[in-house]
T-cell receptor, first 115, second 113 residues
Framework: EAQVTQNPRYLITVTGKKLTVTCSQN?????MSWYRQDPGLGLRQIYY???????DKGDVPEGYKVSRKEKRNFPLILESPSPNQTSLYFC??????????????FGQGTRLTVV | GQQLNQSPQSMFIQEGEDVSMNCTSS?????WLWYKQDPGEGPVLLIA?????ELTSNGRLTAQFGITRKDSFLNISASIPSDVGIYFC?????????????FGTGTRLQVTL
């Protein structure tokens, strides 16, 4: 079954304590991305990756890092989390059709609370 | 980044009614996508539109990519209770090797029996 798997689903942490949210897809997709979802703001792209070792900033990259060492995994790293990073995070994976990446598969989300 | 205006913000309709929602942008997009999100879940892709003027159906759903490339609409015919959820439009802009997706703020659909 085609899947995007995020872990953990829920996380409460304290300000400044480094954390990593993992994302893995089993579809051999090249393109993966991270979003945060906040009330009234919809989903906003944090980072995306066109392929292994190729990453780029989205609209709200400040305070986040990513890495893409292998195709299936795309972890999101918060080096020093702050309360304004409390949000619902989604990882997404895209298939390619006619040269166009279409973000078709989203993980179930990680609800992060930073206190 | 770019902003999408999605309307309406919320809708209360009766089962069996048709629904229409739309998204507009001040900038053009290469691709328009429509998603549905249920509580506690990630968005699920409903329809993808790749060409200006394209009209695509998926069961009771129909979506169109506006001719100006700055807008798109989604219609749901004969709504049923499981249509309840939040619907998002998203515009994709590709420049060179870069690709960015911008989401609308969502339309919350409630269906009453």
């Amino acid at each position: 079954e085609a899947q995007v798997t995020q872990n953990p689903r829920y996380l409460i942490t304290v300000t400044g304590k480094k954390l990593t949210v993992t994302c893995s897809q089993n579809m051999n997709h090249e393109y993966m991305s991270w979003y945060r979802q906040d009330p009234g703001l919809g989903l906003r792209q944090i980072y995306y990756s066109m392929n292994v070792e190729v990453t780029d900033k989205g609209d709200v990259p400040e305070g986040y890092k990513v890495s893409r060492k292998e195709k299936r995994n795309f972890p999101l790293i918060l080096e020093s989390p702050s309360p304004n990073q409390t949000s619902l995070y989604f990882c997404a994976s895209s298939y390619k059709q006619g040269g166009v990446h279409t973000e078709a598969f989203f993980g179930q989300g990680t609800r992060l609370t930073v206190v | 980044g770019q902003q999408l205006n999605q309307s309406p913000q919320s809708m209360f309709i009766q089962e069996g009614e048709d629904v229409s929602m739309n998204c507009t942008s001040s900038s053009i997009f290469n691709t328009w996508l429509w998603y549905k999100q249920d509580p506690g879940e990630g968005p699920v892709l409903l329809i993808a539109l790749y060409k200006a003027g394209e009209l695509t159906s998926n069961g009771r759903l129909t979506a169109q990519f506006g001719i100006t490339r700055k807008d798109s609409f989604l219609n749901i015919s004969a709504s049923i209770p499981s249509d309840v959820g939040i619907y998002f439009c998203a515009g994709q802009l590709r420049t060179g090797t870069a690709s960015k997706l911008t989401f609308g703020t969502g339309t919350r659909l409630q269906v009453t029996l």
